[in-house]
């Protein structure tokens, strides 16, 4: 278990890393809405809602950048592919203000920039809630000469970082960066040279076979399943899972805290951190994988790692309205209050 000494000696490693990032790099456009204004429109008798403030910031992948500048990473490395549009423009704008190098940030004039529209109104609380969510993204699988293009940006920039996080974000297995094409160059890649890899998929965990996987109890118990698997209790699916691909696997289980598979059959379990309020999980597997990897970047054991991951997820959660981020003062003094 981690004591403050050990805490703060992870947390001083963290400014000296490079991470390279792999997936589908989203725009969340926040648009507050005003509920004291009360209009419907003239042409369809339909209520209006007004727009008073717009927030822009990056998601998706980005929700992991966002996770990682926060918690001090010293130069943070995208590789993916997103639209030439206005959406893309304010994503990129989003982006400079970060610790993030854009070099390998592809804008191709054939595709729409994904975006989450995500309207919010304040209850009568005053707590923000979100209303039905509008997704912007194309629909069909980037062209040949456009993954070429990604798939050697990848191996530049495995090769300038101290490890590499892929999220494979679409539904479609084709749809988003993460192809089969891009799978098969990740496990050529890991099979040629040692690389320090975090791979996080919302429906494909099963198709990876290179690197920890990464997961919450209803996609780890997909993926194995998918490969043949019986429905396991969560522990024993990981367990399985870590066996059968031979790597760490990391399963969050919300407030109840992880579990770490271990290809030896070793298991490490970790109790959920306290969190007091209101809560907004949107973001919270990210900014989990975020604190776990810097962590395993910077010398701490994959317990030790996922109980960072646990701290830093049980801060983001608390701030609604938004995807949330942690520094490293508020781990300490998160820490500090409940240890």
């Not at 725009?27 to 419907?40: P, S, T, W």
């Not at 190098?101 to 920039?113: A, E, N």
């Not at 598979?261 to 809560?279: M, S, T």
Request: negative net charge; glycine residues 8%.
């Amino acid at each position: 278990m981690l004591d403050s000494a050990r805490l703060d000696q992870l947390l001083e490693q963290f400014s000296g890393r490079t991470i390279a990032l792999l997936g589908d790099l989203f725009l969340d456009r926040y648009l507050e809405i005003d509920n004291e204004i009360q209009e419907d429109s003239i042409e369809t008798g339909l209520e209006v809602h007004h727009v008073v403030r717009t927030r822009n910031s990056p998601g998706a992948l980005g929700t992991v950048i966002n996770n990682l500048a926060a918690l001090g990473a010293q130069r943070l490395i995208p590789v993916t592919v997103i639209g030439d549009d206005g959406h893309g423009y304010d994503l990129i704008q989003s982006l400079q203000k970060l610790p993030v190098d854009l070099d390998h940030v592809i804008q191709s004039p054939g595709r729409m920039t994904p975006t989450y529209v995500k309207p919010i109104r304040q209850d009568a609380t005053g707590e923000w809630q979100e209303l039905n969510r509008l997704d912007l993204f194309s629909r069909s699988p980037l062209d040949d000469d456009t993954i070429h293009s990604l798939a050697e940006h990848l191996r530049q920039v495995v090769n300038e970082a101290d490890g590499l996080i892929v999220l494979d974000q679409m539904n479609d297995p084709q749809l988003g960066v993460v192809n089969s094409a891009i799978r098969q160059l990740l496990h050529e890649l890991a099979s040629r040279q040692p690389i320090s890899m975090i791979i996080d998929s919302r429906r494909h965990l099963h198709a990876f076979d290179c690197g920890i996987l990464k997961g919450n109890v209803d996609e780890i118990q997909a993926a194995w399943a998918t490969l043949g698997g019986s429905q396991e209790e969560p522990t024993d699916a990981v367990l399985q899972l870590a066996r059968h691909t031979g790597q760490l696997v990391y399963c969050t289980l919300g407030d109840q805290g992880a579990v770490i598979g271990h290809p030896d059959g070793e298991c490490d379990k970790l109790d959920g951190e306290p969190v007091e309020g209101a809560v907004d999980i949107v973001g919270a597997g990210d900014s989990a994988t975020s604190g776990f990897f810097l962590s395993l970047l910077s010398s701490a054991t994959p317990a030790e790692a996922a109980e960072v991951g646990n701290l830093v997820a049980s801060i983001t959660v608390t701030q609604l309205g938004t995807t949330g981020t942690a520094t490293p003062e508020q781990l300490r003094q998160k820490f500090e209050a409940h240890h």
